[in-house]
């Protein structure tokens, strides 16, 4: 089970955006990458086409790896760690180490 999935509200812990925080918009677990919102955004150059009828630069956010992203605690709105316990019927919950709170 993985600790960050899409829409988990997460900090930045290092690199040009430490501090941050945003909301979790892909995962790609075989890399290691997760997408975050207005988190590493890159100016790219465009050719006109239909998408982009003017052409010149967009923002985009491109992949931060999954280790420079930590979990919000939603009690605290401190950065956590989370833990996986498994409630009686067999389902896996997260859990915030700081807060015992599920995730």
Do not use: C, W
Not at 29 to 51: F, R
Not at 85 to 101: A, F, H, M, P
Request: overall charge positive; hydrophobic content about 35%.
């Amino acid at each position: 089970m993985l600790r960050i999935k899409r829409d988990d509200k997460v900090v930045v812990i290092s690199g040009k955006d430490k501090g941050k925080t945003g909301k979790v918009m892909k995962v790609f677990p075989a890399e290691k990458t997760v997408v975050v919102e207005n988190i590493n955004l890159i100016k790219k150059a465009v050719k006109k086409s239909d998408q982009y009828p003017q052409g010149g630069f967009i923002q985009l956010e491109k992949p931060l790896h999954i280790s420079k992203v930590m979990l919000l605690d939603p009690k605290t709105n401190k950065s956590t760690r989370a833990k996986v316990n498994v409630l009686k019927d067999g389902t896996k919950v997260r859990i915030s180490k700081k807060s015992g709170e599920t995730i």
